[in-house]
């Protein structure tokens, strides 16, 4: 097997707040061209190492490294938030949706493309006098979000407000916009969320068509685990702000201690456990 | 008790019956609410001593007033107004079946002749009778005017609501001409200063500042600084150095812009009710520097003898190169008002330019998302930092223009000009309008401080409630009626709906739901 390339490299990651270590010296890898799955139960820092990678948060201890793809490297916990997306090329989607809901959905997708215009546009100055290579620019960011509308499969409705779209295309149109800064690595917190079958079968071929189109790397945090077990190539579980396991879907799937983890103990011992907690209950009655 | 019969009772007397006790206890509630405020009242007698008068009269016609009002409003207004069916909910307009029984062609016709009639004839009549009369005719005339002009909107409403901007612009270019014609050239000052010039600076004004709160979403309390800043620039600058309204101009704007930046950073990181405080303060403490810095700004005496504006170097004054002189006109300064009113027009009209390019622009819409949700934002890579400190100083630099018109207009400004009610009835004109509309803005700007110079206008008031009635002293009270009911009819302003910026099949406007009011 050939040795993984990889593009985020995440070194003794710790992130405390106040008391609570949300994250414990966490090491793991993302492959460039893969989809990493991040999962774990509830409450076990998903969100955080997130937040850290995309500079929402700037980790207590480690180093998070984005490699791009002509070798440049950046250091994510050094940088500013908007700077991991714009110099690093890191774009992420949020947990509960964050469109701009009184936009329209092609503009959502324009404004995502804000860095590459303001340079067209001389920083506004000679796009305000109706420079060509401005108008050219516009142009081409329209092409821009029409591919990606059309990929998202939402051309039909790219004149509506973003907010009057149903939730599965929300969450779609959130990915598209995302795409739309040209990023080298994308971060979904729980795409399938909310989802019903049939829209998550089609947030799976968007994926699918991201990764084999765009060659762009992405990492997810999911719950729906036939998303999960569906699309990753790689699987990092989390447990109370630690990496209890990392591999291939079917290795995580049987790992004794991804299955302690979320379904709490083994079947046998479910038994006892039930005992204990009435027999408390009892005592206290 | 009352025994409730269990036939059937008539929808009629039933709401009859309704309406009597609803308006039984709006009577109820208003006797509480005035019987200290307007049924009692202290008052010194002749010996200075403090007396109580009572005025059971005055406060019976409040109760009166408020119960029969609640009465009509419950039994007749409001079924009246069910019947209708305000299907229009979008316009909040009377259907047309209403409308068109309202403006009829025999009445328009009427209306017109009536109206044009007097505007010609009214000063010969008004001059033969008495003020009670004479104020009769101006009302009459008024009425007149205005149901001509309502039926002309209404029967041409298609078209003027298509190319509203074109005909605003045509009829303001075609404004001073008209007055001019109509009213002679001492009448037109009035009309061309005191409406048209003052409207059209709180129309620059609030779009200005509609960049700041419409766009950016970031509620700013303190613009009336930025106009101080823009006006003190002018006034200083060019009776310090002497140099021309040409000049400083540009460099109020500039000015006012740096003084917006400066705003900018310690706010940054202020969000919704701690921006709004900081902002305000920040008004204030430019007021107060005028105030205190006597040395320079002359104090509460204010800076004047501000030079006035040339045209291409000609002067408005009554020398041999004057502008009258130079046309051949006899000397009159509404020539210079003249010449104002245009300025201020262009003036406004690059503002209206500048935002409208600007929203097309990737700042622009950098603005409105920041207003939509500034961290996500922060996600795509946008500077939120220098997007802010734009949109400040881009507001900024238009308040700073007005600044220095308004101090060219009044050839003297003091710090008086610039306290928080001036902030406080921008940001009014702008809510009122529909936050990032322009035409909503204008035509708010326009009912508001048109309706408030109008109060002026009604002598008939005089007649009614005495001579020491002073109409203007009310504006206030206006004001803040005519936005509690804008407020209920259309509670996202005139405008409520946000025009799309790109489209790729077809421009469809966005719900007023849908946006947001910005939290920063």
């Known amino acids: 097997m050939m040795t993984k390339d990889p593009i985020l490299k995440v070194d003794h990651l710790s992130m405390r707040f106040g008391g609570l270590m949300a994250i414990n010296d966490l090491s793991f890898e993302a492959y460039r061209g893969d989809i990493t799955a991040l999962i774990g139960p509830n409450g076990a820092g998903k969100t955080t190492v997130f937040n850290c990678i995309t500079g ?66 001389g920083y506004t100055v000679l796009g305000l006098l109706g420079f060509p290579t401005y108008k050219k620019a516009a142009a081409q960011s329209i092409e821009q979000a029409k591919y990606w509308l059309d990929k998202a499969n939402l051309t039909d409705r790219a004149d509506d407000p973003a907010g009057d779209l149903p939730y599965g295309a929300q969450r779609r149109l959130e990915i598209a916009r995302a795409m739309c800064t040209g990023p080298e690595f994308l971060c979904l917190d729980e795409p399938a969320a909310g989802l019903n079958p049939r829209e998550s079968l089609a947030l799976n071929e968007l994926l699918r068509g991201i990764r084999s189109d765009t060659g762009t790397s992405i990492l997810l945090i999911e719950h729906d685990m036939s998303v999960v077990m569906e699309i990753s190539d790689h699987v990092v579980v989390l447990e109370y702000g630690q990496k209890i396991s990392d591999g291939n879907p079917d290795h995580v799937k049987n790992d004794p201690k991804v299955i302690a983890a979320y379904l709490g103990v083994e079947d046998d011992e479910v038994e006892d456990v039930i005992a204990e907690v009435e027999g408390e209950t009892g005592g206290a009655h | ?199 059209l600076i709180y129309v620059m004004l609030a779009w200005g500042l509609n960049i700041v709160v419409g766009l950016a979403g970031l509620l700013d309390l303190g613009y009336v600084a930025f106009y101080a800043v823009g006006a003190y620039s002018y006034a200083l600058l060019s009776s310090y150095f002497g140099l021309s309204f040409w000049i400083l101009l540009p460099l109020a704007g500039i000015l006012a812009a740096f003084w917006g930046m400066i705003l900018g950073f310690p706010v940054l990181r202020l969000k919704g009710d701690y921006l709004a ?101 922060r996600s795509l890579g946008i500077n939120t930092v220098t997007t802010k400190l734009t949109a400040f100083s881009i507001g900024a630099m238009f308040g700073g223009f007005a600044g220095s018109f308004f101090a060219v207009r009044q050839g003297f400004v003091s710090p008086e000009s610039f306290v928080f009610l001036e902030s406080a009835i921008i940001l009014a004109i702008v809510v009122l309008g529909g936050m990032g509309s322009l035409v909503g803005i204008a035509v708010a700007a326009a009912v508001m401080i048109g309706g408030t110079e109008l109060l002026r206008e009604m002598s008939l008031l005089k007649q009614i409630f005495g001579e020491d009635f002073t109409p203007e002293l009310y504006r206030m009270l206006l004001f803040g009626i005519a936005m509690i009911v804008v407020m209920v009819w259309k509670p996202r302003g005139f405008v409520g709906s946000r025009e799309p910026t790109a489209f790729l099949r077809e421009r469809k406007s966005v719900s007023g739901s849908f946006t947001k009011e910005g939290h920063g």
């Open chain 1, 56 to 121: 929402f948060y700037k980790p207590t201890m480690g180093m998070i490294t984005m490699r791009q793809k002509a070798g440049k490297e950046f250091l994510l916990e050094r940088m500013s938030d908007f700077e991991v997306n714009r110099d690093a090329k890191v774009a992420r989607t949020f947990q509960n949706i964050r469109l701009f809901s009184g936009l329209t959905v092609l503009e959502n997708l324009l404004v995502a493309q804000h860095n590459k215009l303001m340079m067209a546009s």
């Open chain 2, 277 to 377: 405080i900081v902002t305000l303060a920040f008004g204030e403490i430019i007021r107060l520097v005028l105030i205190n810095w006597t040395e320079v700004t002359k104090g509460t005496f204010g800076v004047s003898g501000i030079p006035k504006a040339t045209l291409f170097g000609i002067k408005f004054d009554a020398s041999k190169d004057g502008f009258a002189a130079l046309m051949g006109l006899p000397m009159s300064s509404a020539y210079y008002k003249i010449f104002l009113f245009y300025l201020i027009l262009a003036l406004a009209l690059l503002t209206a330019f500048v935002s409208i390019r600007l929203r097309r622009m990737p700042i622009g819409r950098a603005w409105e998302a920041l207003r939509e949700d500034e961290i996500a934002c």
């Open chain 2, 1 to 199: 008790m009352a025994n409730t019969t269990s036939t059937p009772v008539s929808a009629d007397s039933n709401l009859t019956a309704r309406a009597l006790r609803e308006g039984f206890y709006a009577g109820l509630i208003s006797l509480g609410l005035f019987v200290l405020f307007v049924g009692l009242k202290t008052d010194q007698n002749i010996l200075n001593e403090l007396i109580l008068v009572q005025r059971w009269g005055l406060l019976a016609i409040f109760v009166a007033v408020a119960a029969v009002g609640r009465f009509a409003m419950v039994a007749y207004i409001r079924p009246f107004m069910e019947r209708q069916k305000v299907t229009n909910l979008v316009t909040g307009l009377l259907p047309d079946s209403v409308a068109t029984r309202f403006f009829k062609l025999p009445v328009f016709i009427a209306a017109a002749v009536i109206g044009l009639g007097l505007m010609i004839f009214g000063g010969t009549i008004s001059a033969s009778i008495s003020p009670t009369a004479g104020a009769y005719l101006s009302l009459i005339r008024g009425a007149a005017v205005v149901y001509t002009l309502a039926s002309v909107f209404f029967y041409f409403r298609a078209y003027i609501v298509a190319n509203f901007s074109m005909l605003a612009i045509i009829a303001l270019i075609l404004y001073p001409p008209v007055i001019l014609a109509l009213t002679g050239v001492q009448g037109s000052l009035k009309w061309v200063d005191n409406f048209g010039v003052q409207i």
